[in-house]
T-cell receptor
Framework: NAGVTQTPKFQVLKTGQSMTLQCAQD?????MYWYRQDPGMGLRLIYY???????DKGEVPNGYNVSRLNKREFSLRLESAAPSQTSVYFC?????????????FGSGTQLSVL | RKEVEQDPGPFNVPEGATVAFNCTYS??????FFWYRQDCRKEPKLLMS???SGNEDGRFTAQLNRASQYISLLIRDSKLSDSATYLC??????????????FGSGTRLQVQP
């Protein structure tokens, strides 16, 4: 059981370049999330998707776009990367109802923007 | 003031010691509380939920104090494998009706032989 799989694990971009972070889960969860983690700060929610076909902004959505391609996949796109987007990115998923707060995370993507 | 505050540590303790972390939260409307564990360069994983009555899972005990708005995590008989960063997580209903999780920045524990 793979859980939540995200790719790539590492990426270096130049300012202005674009890229897409991929995420897939095999737990049949409806809800999926993208977080970023910076030193000295808690994980911050970028975007989330409560179900297939819906997406909503989180705390720090500027500079990002997302696509909920189907129930399994939720991608995060940086259209024009900036040094401020250097961070570790985590995808997560969760069940509905009382268990929604139990998040299952992918192993993370370390992104550096030069 | 941060919504969820934790002492970053590190807490350096010998094997077998008892160690406790606190976490304070600012929103009195917060509903649910959790501790997640994050190993170095790994993803966070749910350690335990925190209930008003307190709850225990083996060597780990979590407590909630709503009046003072803090939660705690107590680890007894520390093991080397307990070395990690412990994230305090708070769930709150927003005005929009949506619920949101707020993560603390974590407390790092280093258990030494």
């Amino acid at each position: 059981n793979a859980g939540v799989t995200q790719t790539p694990k590492f990426q270096v971009l130049k300012t202005g370049q674009s890229m897409t972070l991929q995420c897939a889960q095999d737990m049949n969860h409806n809800s999926m999330y993208w977080y970023r983690q910076d030193p000295g700060m808690g994980l911050r929610l970028i975007y989330y998707s409560a179900s297939e076909g819906t997406t909503d902004k989180g705390e720090v959505p500027n500079g990002y776009n997302v696509s909920r391609l189907n129930k399994r996949e939720f991608s995060l796109r940086l259209e024009s990367a900036a040094p401020s987007q250097t961070s570790v990115y985590f995808c997560a998923s969760s069940e509905e109802g009382d268990l929604w707060e139990k998040l299952f995370f992918g192993s993370g993507t370390q992104l550096s923007v030069l | 003031r941060k919504e969820v505050e934790q002492d970053p540590g590190p807490f350096n303790v010998p094997e077998g010691a008892t160690v406790a972390f606190n976490c304070t939260y600012s929103n009195s409307a917060s509903q649910s509380f959790f501790w997640y564990r994050q190993d170095c360069r790994k993803e966070p994983k749910l350690l335990m939920s925190v209930y008003s009555s307190g709850n225990e899972d083996g060597r780990f005990t979590a407590q909630l104090n709503r009046a003072s708005q803090y939660i705690s995590l107590l680890i007894r008989d520390s093991k080397l494998s307990d070395s990690a960063t412990y994230l305090c997580v708070v769930s709150t209903y927003l005005d929009t009706g949506r619920r949101a999780l707020t993560f603390g920045s974590g407390t790092r524990l280093q258990v030494q032989p």
